[in-house]
C-alpha cells in the first residue's frame, strides 16, 4: 500500500476529548456572585484566582509540550492552586527580554521550568532565570529513544534560534533508514524490505535500552531531578512512550506530582488518565516495530498516525504508504536541507552501506 489509510470522520469520537478538556477547569459556576472585577493592571495570580475561584498558592509552569501537560496535570492535582503555563516556543514574543521572563515569574509562588538555553529569549537562559529567581525549580524534558530508535530529525541545526527542520508525514519526524535508503538512490519498495530484525539488529535497534536509560537518567540527575524510580515503575507498565519525545499520561503525572511534594504542596490522590485522558495521544504517534516491540514482549505495527487537523480523522500511514509519502518530500527538498548526523555517520560507514545496497 503506497497511499495513507484515511478511515472515515468521526466527529463525535474526535469531540470527546477537547469537550472533556473545556468541562475540566474548575472554575466557578456559572451562578456564583461576582465579588469584584479584575483588570490587568492587577498581579496575574489575583486575575486566575477572580476567574477560576482558585484561592491556593499560585503556580507558573515554563517548557515545552510536555510542561504544558505538566500544568494541565497540576490543575486537576491541585484544585485550589491557579496553575499558569508559558510556552518556551514563544518567550521572546511573550516577555520580550529575560527581565520581563523574570518579572513575571516573581508574581507566582511556585515555579517550574524546564531548562531552556539562550537564543530563545533576549538576555539569557535558564540559569539566567535562576539566578534571578532561586525558587525556579528545574525538571527534566523527557526524552527515550529505546521504544523508537529509528526516529531522527532532520534539517539545518546549526544554533537553536535558527533551527530549520525538514518536515516529514508526520510532522518533524523522520525514519534514519528511510532517509539513508532514499539518499543512496534506493527505491522505495526496496527500502520497506530493510524494516527487519536483522537490519535492527546490525544498526542497534535492538540494544538501545541501556543506552537510552543512562541519557534520560544522566539528564536529569544533572537537574538534581534523579528518575531512576520512576523509569523503573513507567518500564512495569510496558511502552511510556508515544515518540521519543512524547510520554504518556501517567509519566506527566509523575513529574507533576512530585514536583508539587516536593514543594510543599499535597496532591490529590488521582489518576491523571482516569480525568483528564492523556493530552499528547492526539499528536502524532509513531509505532513501535515489530521486531522492538518483540524484544521488550510488546505489540508491534508498522501504523503511523498524523496529528488530526480540526475534526477530521488523523491519516494514517503503512510502512509503504509512510516511506513513499517520505520519498515525495525529499524530492521537493534542497539536499542541504536533509541534513541528519545519524545518517552522515552510516553514509560514511562503508559496512552500513553495503548492508542497506544489499537490500
Known amino acids: 500500500m503506497t497511499r495513507p489509510l484515511t478511515p472515515a470522520r468521526d466527529v463525535a469520537l474526535n469531540d470527546l476529548p477537547r469537550r472533556a478538556r473545556s468541562a475540566f477547569t ?5 451562578w456564583a456572585p461576582t ?3 479584575p483588570t490587568w493592571a492587577t498581579p496575574w495570580r489575583n486575575r486566575a484566582r477572580a476567574a477560576t475561584g482558585r484561592d491556593g498558592p499560585s503556580i507558573a509552569v515554563l517548557g515545552n509540550c510536555q510542561a504544558r501537560g505538566v500544568a494541565q496535570a497540576m490543575r486537576l ?7 499558569r503555563y508559558l510556552p518556551m516556543g514563544s518567550l521572546k514574543r511573550d516577555h520580550g527580554h529575560v527581565d520581563g521572563l523574570i518579572r513575571t515569574l516573581r508574581a507566582h509562588d511556585h515555579v517550574f521550568a524546564q531548562s531552556f538555553p539562550a537564543g530563545l529569549i533576549p538576555g539569557g537562559d535558564a540559569a539566567t532565570v535562576r539566578a534571578a529567581d532561586p525558587r525556579l525549580k528545574l525538571f527534566p524534558a523527557i526524552v527515550f529513544s529505546a521504544f523508537h530508535p529509528d526516529m531522527v530529525y532532520v534539517g539545518q541545526a546549526s544554533n537553536l534560534a535558527a533551527l530549520k527542520l525538514t518536515p516529514s508525514p508526520t510532522g518533524q519526524y523522520h525514519s534514519a533508514i528511510a532517509l539513508t535508503a532514499y539518499r543512496l538512490g534506493l527505491d522505495p519498495k526496496r527500502t520497506a524490505s530493510l524494516f527487519r530484525e536483522d537490519v535492527f539488529a546490525r544498526l542497534g535497534y535492538l540494544d538501545h535500552w541501556d543506552p537510552a536509560v543512562r541519557e534520560l537518567v544522566g539528564s536529569a540527575a544533572a537537574l538534581g531531578f534523579g528518575l531512576e524510580r520512576e523509569v523503573t515503575r513507567w518500564a512495569r507498565r510496558g511502552a511510556f512512550m508515544h515518540l521519543m519525545n512524547h510520554p504518556k499520561a501517567h509519566v506527566i503525572g509523575d513529574i507533576a506530582r512530585r514536583l508539587l511534594q516536593e514543594n510543599g504542596l499535597t496532591p490529590e490522590p488521582v489518576e491523571i488518565e482516569d480525568y483528564l485522558g492523556d493530552e499528547l495521544v492526539e499528536d502524532v504517534i509513531w509505532p513501535i516495530y515489530p521486531p522492538v516491540a518483540e ?3 510488546l505489540t508491534g505495527s508498522y501504523l503511523f498516525k498524523t496529528k488530526a487537523r480540526g475534526d477530521d480523522f488523523p491519516t494514517l500511514y503503512d510502512l509503504p504508504g509512510f516511506i513513499a ?4 518530500i525529499y524530492d521537493a527538498t534542497p539536499p542541504g536541507d536533509l541534513a541528519c548526523p545519524r545518517v552522515e555517520a552510516w553514509l560514511s560507514a562503508p559496512d552500513i552501506v553495503a548492508l542497506f545496497r544489499a537490500g
Not at 26 to 30: D, E, G, N, V
Not at 325 to 328: I, L
Open 26 to 30: 474548575l472554575s466557578a459556576p456559572s
Open 35 to 37: 465579588r469584584w472585577a
Open 77 to 83: 492535582l491541585a484544585p485550589r492552586s491557579p496553575v
Open 295 to 297: 524484544h521488550f514482549g
Open 325 to 328: 509519502a517520505s520519498f515525495a
